[in-house]
């Protein structure tokens, strides 16, 4: 297939959708291609998608999006990091920063001489309190990292919660300034070239034909040209992942909002706790099978900090990924490719890889399927090591109360989770395969959170006397809290440098 690229179309205006649109138009510039976006007002979009990872600001700064004015547009708040309550067991507690944990002594990884420690039976406190970004979190303090950092404890990340629609919004208003022509209408029928099958027009509800030569499917779970035009397939990870169902609230603003997510394990899933600006939200994401739509509302309205600002919202969904994420002229972003569960917030971070990888291939003199397999294969392989990652959540809760509980404990799991789980445990080895999205700092904690503990550790820790490394263990945890206790409330930081207006 080769067509010149003059015509990109896009079906979808919901955060997939526009971030594709501000995206082709920012890099497009210049350049003799005409982007035209459907989306549907009667139909909406999903409108949860809250909470983010760091790399959302890398997005935003190569847009030459102003960070304030970014937060003040989507009432976004901070977020260090993921709070993960009663996931081990009941009653317990650890976060996933956006950072690592101690520094490094001797040349040997701080979880090594965390692990020494621990088996010599020293006081050394929770691995939680060597993390100056998780001491911040438990603090409700904000600062942004000085960089480069202070010192090496003091290297963190941050990323947002936000309003999904508005930042769809906001980055529509751009677009369209940009010259991206947006059409509001429902598409009702896809045509296929009668040659290579590939896409060549849709027809809107208006009767309107729009052709065009590139098509990014935004249109969300069902996946209208990907799937339901091209029949790609999907690849099912459900008895890996068997959360299907998520019911979702809002309630009003906390006076304190905190700066990190909160999780909370409950008997049929897991509840999360998003705080906005203006409002928090909240849902019970849960499986189906062995909890009712109705008892999973009933759970969640039971369960709030404060009082429901909106009408509960089910939604539903089947956890996995298109077979392939770009097939013929088309390429799937967003809940279109696929959708792994809310867990760690990694779909608005694939949105952005997945532009990253349409703007690496780019067609530009038309499709080259060498290319088109390589973006497919990097494809998988990110969202295969996201599911590990996911997977080892349920895996290695201890949790006995639930049926979810019960069966993810003793499921069989991906060989390449296997893996690393053997060797974590065998020695705290940590391997990286290719397109990892979440990096040794995160399986640590959620290895140290979920009490993995390593049966041996680098011999190489045994070098560094036992009173010094209670000294050095000692040192950071007081230096972190001394830093962490002097940093501002999250709320003032915020009233001071990016309040959402009131007017
Ligand atoms: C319960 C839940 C919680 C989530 N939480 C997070 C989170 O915390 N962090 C995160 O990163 N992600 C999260 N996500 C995922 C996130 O919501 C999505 O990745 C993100 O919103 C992108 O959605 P989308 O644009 O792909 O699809 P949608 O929002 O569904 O948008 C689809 C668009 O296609 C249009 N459309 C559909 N059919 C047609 C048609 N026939 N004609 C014209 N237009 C059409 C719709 O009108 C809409 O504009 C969550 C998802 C769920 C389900």
């Not at 547009?73 to 690592?100: C, N, V, Y």
């Not at 950071?476 to 002097?486: P, V």
């Amino acid at each position: 297939m080769s067509r010149e690229l003059t015509a990109i179309v896009i079906v979808g205006g919901g955060t997939a959708g526009w971030m594709a649109a501000a995206s082709m138009a920012h890099y497009l510039r210049g350049k003799p291609v005409t982007i035209t976006l459907i989306e549907s007002s009667a139909i909406g979009t999903v409108g949860v998608g809250e909470a983010t990872l760091p790399g959302i600001r890398n997005f935003n700064a190569s847009l030459g999006i102003d960070e304030l004015e970014f937060i003040r547009a989507t009432q976004a708040t901070f977020k260090l990091g993921i709070e993960f309550k009663d996931w081990h067991r009941l009653g317990e507690s650890f976060m996933h920063p956006f950072s690592g944990a101690g520094v490094n002594l001797s040349g040997v990884g701080f979880h090594h001489h965390y692990n020494r420690a621990r088996q010599q039976g020293l006081d050394i406190g929770s691995y939680d309190d060597y993390c100056f970004s998780a001491q911040m979190a438990k603090q409700n303090r904000f600062a942004q990292p000085q960089v480069p950092p202070v010192n090496a404890l003091a290297d963190y990340k941050y990323a947002f919660h936000f309003d999904a629609i508005a930042y769809a919004n906001f980055l529509k208003q751009r677009a369209v300034s940009q010259g991206v022509q947006a059409i509001d209408a429902k598409v009702v029928d896809v045509g296929l070239h009668s040659d290579d099958g590939s896409i060549q027009h849709v027809t809107l509800d208006t009767g309107l034909q729009i052709a065009g030569d590139f098509f990014i499917d935004c249109s969300g779970f069902r996946g209208l040209l990907i799937e339901q035009a091209l029949q790609t397939g999907y690849d099912d990870w459900s008895h890996w992942l068997p959360v299907d169902s998520a019911v979702a609230v809002a309630t009003s603003p906390s006076a304190s909002p905190t700066p990190y997510t909160r999780t909370t394990a409950r008997t049929g899933g897991w509840q999360w706790r998003i705080p906005l600006q203006r409002r928090v939200g909240n849902g019970y994401v849960y499986c189906s099978q062995w909890l009712s739509d109705d008892q999973a509302r009933e759970d969640l309205l039971s369960n709030l900090d404060a009082a429901p600002v909106s009408t509960p919202k089910t939604l539903k969904f089947t956890t996995g990924k298109r077979r392939k994420f770009w097939h013929k002229n088309c390429v799937a972003l967003g809940l279109a490719s696929g959708f792994l569960e809310p867990l760690e917030s990694t779909s608005i971070a694939l949105i952005q890889t997945g532009l990253s990888r349409l703007l690496q291939f780019f067609p530009v003199n038309g499709v080259v399927p060498e290319e088109v397999d390589e973006a497919n294969r990097l494809f998988s392989l990110e969202m295969e090591r996201i599911r590990d990652f996911l997977i080892l959540h349920y895996y290695a809760s201890k949790r006995d109360d639930g049926e979810i509980w019960r069966y993810c404990r003793t499921m069989s799991i991906p060989d390449t989770l296997q893996k690393k789980i053997a060797l974590f445990r065998s020695r705290g080895h940590l391997i990286n395969f290719e397109l990892e999205s979440f990096d040794n700092n995160s399986w640590l904690a959620i290895y140290n959170g979920f009490r993995f503990e390593p049966k041996l550790y680098d011999l190489a820790a045994d070098q560094l006397p036992i009173p010094l490394l209670e000294k050095q263990l000692n040192g950071m945890r007081e230096s972190i809290q001394q830093g962490a206790s002097g940093a501002m409330s999250h709320a003032a930081f915020i009233a001071k440098h990016c309040a959402v207006s009131l007017a």
